[in-house]
């Protein structure tokens, strides 16, 4: 047994999640590589929104696929850093917008 519960090696297997869904997964790998495909944005613009994404989303697996795939792109560790620092007030600026629910019940209390 891993000492890790998330373990590296894991990632090779991730092609096999079709084993018990076939047209599933097919039908995921089809809008995959569409979606993460040649575009309007840059093969290395859809890296970095990859790995934001990754970190925000907390996949292990994603973030050393697409550290790695940035890396072979020539990003930088700063630029790296950056894409992440988006995600992360992207994240916080979705929680603090969601605090309007909880002030509109207490200025509705208050009245």
């Known amino acids: 047994m891993s000492d890790n519960y998330y373990d590296p090696k894991d990632l090779a ?3 096999n999640i079709t084993e018990c869904a ?3 997964g097919k039908k995921f790998f089809e809008y995959y590589t569409q979606a993460t495909g040649p575009g ?3 093969e290395r613009e859809k890296a970095l929104i ?3 994404v990754a970190t925000v989303r907390h996949c292990p697996y994603c973030i050393d696929a697409y550290t790695n795939k940035c890396l072979s792109l020539g990003v930088s560790s700063d630029e790296m850093m950056e894409a992440v620092h988006v995600g992360a007030a992207m994240t916080a600026g979705d929680v603090l917008a969601h605090s ?3 002030r509109k019940i ?3 209390k208050e009245m």
């Open 13 to 15: 297997d991730f092609p």
């Open 22 to 24: 076939p047209q599933e």
């Open 40 to 42: 309007a944005l840059t």
């Open 50 to 52: 990859a790995l934001a």
């Open 100 to 102: 309007t629910q909880m």
């Open 106 to 108: 207490i200025k509705k």
